[in-house]
């Protein structure tokens, strides 16, 4: 006999009610009790429910994405590459917006909120703060990223995927190249990433995640500048930095992007 006044089983609905975005059924207790030996209407909708819910694909729900800054871990003239932080978490977020089932938070409203998190709340570790914010935002997955560049002009990208809710690591993924190749990188762990979250993916939208062409990493530390500058409402100096990079690199499409937007405005 199934007795929906099991307080696991309430539990249990109420979980399954708020998975699928429904308002909870009438009072559980209040409940008209099935006949032994059978179930009600009722009784067969929630148990299929509550399969759904613990066989279903974590990520079928949606997902809903931000990228932290990426820290940077490089042992030679790390304050030289200190811009690439909130450039390469650009780059990552731009690159994950192409797949149009991908909610990403924008890095700006995620960076504003995390500096007023860090000013009420000092002494809480970076993580606990990223994630309280990310929660905030109502971003289900959170990414933490890491760089080091070698003085070899080697770059290695680390990131590790959190779920916000309970702050379990789901993956971590690392891609090492040479420093010119960093774009064709970020793609690289942008692909390895929506494959962890079981984001779908069209074959163009796949497609568009391997089309970046090689650009120096002078030109993506000033586009990184130029970001900075843009935070800041420094304007003319984003400009500066953009065509310089564009100067160094012709090619690099980002830079061309965020100058012609800063144009317009």
Known sequence: MLNLKTSAFTAAVRKVSERIKMPFPLRIED?????AGSFNHLGTVLLTCLLCLFFTPRQAEGTTLAVLDF?????????SYASLSNGLAEIMTTELSKVSSLQLVER???????DEVKLE??????????????????????????????????IRLDLRIVEIETGITIKAEEATG???DVLQLVQKLSKKLLKDLNVAMTQAELK??????SVDLKAVTLYSNGLAFE?????????????????ISPDFELAQKRLEALRKN
């Open 71 to 79: 820290e940077n871990n490089s042992l030679f003239d790390k304050d």
């Open 178 to 180: 040479k420093a010119k």
């Open 121 to 154: 709340q000092a002494g809480i570790s970076e993580e606990s703060q990223g994630l309280q914010v990310g929660k905030m935002l109502g971003a289900k997955n959170l990414v933490f990223g890491s760089f080091m560049v070698a003085p070899d002009k080697k």
């Open 31 to 35: 409940s008209p009790q099935p006949a």
């Open 108 to 114: 700006r409203k995620l960076r504003n909120l995390l």
């Open 231 to 247: 935070d800041e409402g420094r304007i003319a100096e984003a400009g500066k930095c953009y065509k310089e990079a564009l100067r």
């Open 208 to 213: 568009s995640l391997e089309d970046s062409k």
